[in-house]
């Protein structure tokens, strides 16, 4: 059964996006994030600060594998550093997997986290002026692993709706 990935820096939409592709092609989509927090009855942030961050690291592994192993179709919404750890980037590439990269500037990640920080652990405690450095450095740092996608899609100045089709095309 078909796994479509959507991978990319923390907010360049792979929530937003997800959801809204899951109601045009009919298929579930499950957020990593979301599903890590019901299991472990946890806000991502209350994991970070109880268990610490490799803690995190190896039970989103964990729960990714197994999603790729569940017999239905899903589009699958990676956490932002989701490709960076573990092995998962060379899971990106297996069998009955279609991965996409939602490739956001560094402008569009700013204007969008500045927003909405405080349920990112890695940028909850950073100043508006120390944000916008450490998106750029993450994401130069980042780029390898998102790049292991199958393809690429660039989200900035589109709608939702426009970012969807983009994606439907794709898959067609
Ligand atoms: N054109 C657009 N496409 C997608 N998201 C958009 C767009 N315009 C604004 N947004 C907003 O960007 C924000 C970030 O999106 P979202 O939470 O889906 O990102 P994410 O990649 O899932 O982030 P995280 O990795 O932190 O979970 C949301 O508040 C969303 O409403
Ligand atoms: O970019 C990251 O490393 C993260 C992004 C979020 O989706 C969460 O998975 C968590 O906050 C870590
Ligand atoms: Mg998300």
Redesign the pocket.
């Known amino acids: 059964m078909r796994k479509i990935i959507l991978l ?11 959801n809204s592709l899951s109601k045009n092609i009919k298929i579930p989509f499950v ?1 990593l ?1 979301k599903k890590i927090e019901e299991k472990t009855n946890l806000s991502i942030n209350a994991i970070f600060e109880k268990h610490g961050e490799i803690y995190f690291r190896k039970l989103e592994h964990e729960i990714f594998v197994e999603l790729l192993h569940s017999p239905e179709s899903l589009i699958i ?1 990676l ?2 550093g989701t490709p960076c750890y573990a092995n998962n980037h060379e899971l990106l590439k297996g069998e009955g997997v279609v991965s996409i990269y ?1 490739k956001a500037s560094i402008e569009t990640l700013f204007q ?2 500045v ?2 920080k405080s ?2 652990p890695l940028i909850a405690d950073k100043s508006e002026g120390e944000m916008k450095e450490f998106i750029a450095i993450h994401l130069f740092e980042r780029s390898f692993y998102y790049n292991q996608a199958q393809y690429k899609v660039v ?1 900035d100045d ?3 709706h ?2 969807v089709v983009d994606i439907m095309d794709l898959l067609a």
């Not at 990319?8 to 997800?18: D, E, H, R």
């Open positions: 990319g820096y923390m907010g360049c939409g792979k929530s937003t996006i997800a957020d994030d919404g956490g932002g939602l969008r986290l927003l909405n349920k990112r989200v589109k709608t939702i426009q970012t």
